[in-house]
Nanobody, 125 residues
Framework: QAQLVESGGGLVRPGGSLRLSCTTS????????IAWFRQAPGEEREGVSG?????????TYASSVRGRFTISRDSAKNTVYLQMNNLKPEDTGIYYC?????????????????WGRGTQVTVSS
């Protein structure tokens, strides 16, 4: 049962930007590590970026997105963002956010108990 809600996906040209949001009304995100995963058609779901629960102050990025994507949280809005710049066609996929209680934001699917339904990102000219 999805308890996280993603938004912000869409169609963008190569080199463009999008900002994804992940929020919930079920719990306070500060107490959770939140990670973004993506899945392209015919591919396995892969980790993109994670942010630890607030007590750890740590972020993690896949090598394919480091320097282009930035993850952050806004505690007042109970929201985690993924700012995606210089998008490439290979960034295309469904992007999911996931939550782990008091975690470090590591990019292993099995750590995460809470998931959203995903938002589609398409990078194409």
């Amino acid at each position: 049962q999805a308890q996280l809600v993603e938004s912000g996906g869409g169609l963008v040209r190569p080199g463009g930007s999008l900002r994804l949001s992940c929020t919930t009304s079920a719990f306070t995100l500060d107490h959770y590590a939140i990670a973004w995963f993506r899945q392209a058609p015919g591919e396995e779901r892969e980790g993109v970026s994670g942010i630890s629960s607030s007590s750890y102050g740590r972020t993690t990025y896949a090598s394919s997105v480091r320097g282009r994507f930035t993850i952050s949280r806004d505690s007042a809005k109970n929201t985690v963002y993924l700012q995606m710049n210089n998008l490439k066609p290979e960034d295309t996929g469904i992007y999911y956010c996931a939550g782990e209680t008091v975690g470090r934001g590591e990019l292993e699917l099995s750590r995460y108990d809470y998931w959203g339904r995903g938002t589609q990102v398409t990078v194409s000219s």
